[in-house]
């Protein structure tokens, strides 16, 4: 039991890390490429279609390219977990690294969705692997389910009598939504002072939540 609880913990305390990560990650993208969100692929499929009736080749060819990068992220998580016996995790800290190493390499001028092209892999790749914690489906890069599982939960909790048995796990369910956003955001707002301090550079702040993630996972698994 007390190995079980101990797990969890590392468990949630590594998920609310990576939702850190993700805040991190995506206010950069925002700030210092002009407005795109790499981690969420919804906004830029909707411009594909305007672009598309709009009949712009080239923002369709740069627009498509990212989101069948961030499919081909998707892909290849699948076809690992099927196929191997890695820890995925790991495997996702890895491909984050090396996108924010590359976001130091690719000029400011290049168009962002080419610049942005290796955080939608990682984006993609982090999703599938940080997709649940203590039982919960949560995503750690962006927010919107999130948000809706706290507000419902806490509502739930709210309404619920004292003596429903059911009431704690509402109590839980919310505080575990609810310190994925505080951690997502909380990653967005140290983003965005570290960016307006240190521009471009800002982003290998990141490091430092994954490589705590990269020693907790270890001791979960030990």
């Not at 797990?7 to 950069?28: K, N, P, Q, W």
């Not at 996702?92 to 190493?101: E, M, P």
């Not at 048995?165 to 909380?186: H, I, Q």
Request: proline share 3%; glycine share 6%.
């Amino acid at each position: 039991m007390r190995e079980n609880v101990e797990g969890r913990r590392y468990e949630t305390a590594i998920h609310h890390l990576m939702a850190l990560c993700g805040g991190l990650m995506g206010v950069y993208t925002i700030m210092s490429r002009m407005g795109v969100f790499a981690a969420a692929e919804t906004t830029n499929m909707i411009e594909i279609v305007c672009d598309i009736l709009g009949k712009d080749p080239e923002a369709i060819f740069t627009r498509l390219l990212a989101l069948l990068i961030y499919i081909l992220g998707l892909i290849c998580h699948t076809a690992l977990k099927m196929k191997t016996e890695l820890e995925l995790r790991y495997a996702s800290i890895v491909l984050d690294v090396l996108a924010i190493l590359s976001l130091l390499i690719i000029p400011e001028d290049v168009d962002p969705f080419l610049a942005l092209c290796p955080l939608c892999f990682a984006a993609a790749f982090q999703w599938c692997s940080f997709e649940r914690a203590k039982g919960y489906s949560c995503s750690t890069i962006f927010s919107t389910n999130n948000l809706k599982q706290t507000v419902t939960s806490a509502a739930a909790w709210f309404m619920t009598k004292k003596e429903d048995p059911d009431r704690l796990k509402k109590a839980d369910r919310a505080l575990f939504y609810g310190g994925t956003l505080l951690c997502f955001y909380g990653g967005t707002a140290a983003g965005y002072e570290a960016w307006s301090i240190l521009g471009m550079s800002s982003i290998l702040l990141t490091l430092i939540p994954l490589s705590l993630c990269t020693v907790l996972i270890g001791k979960q698994k030990a």
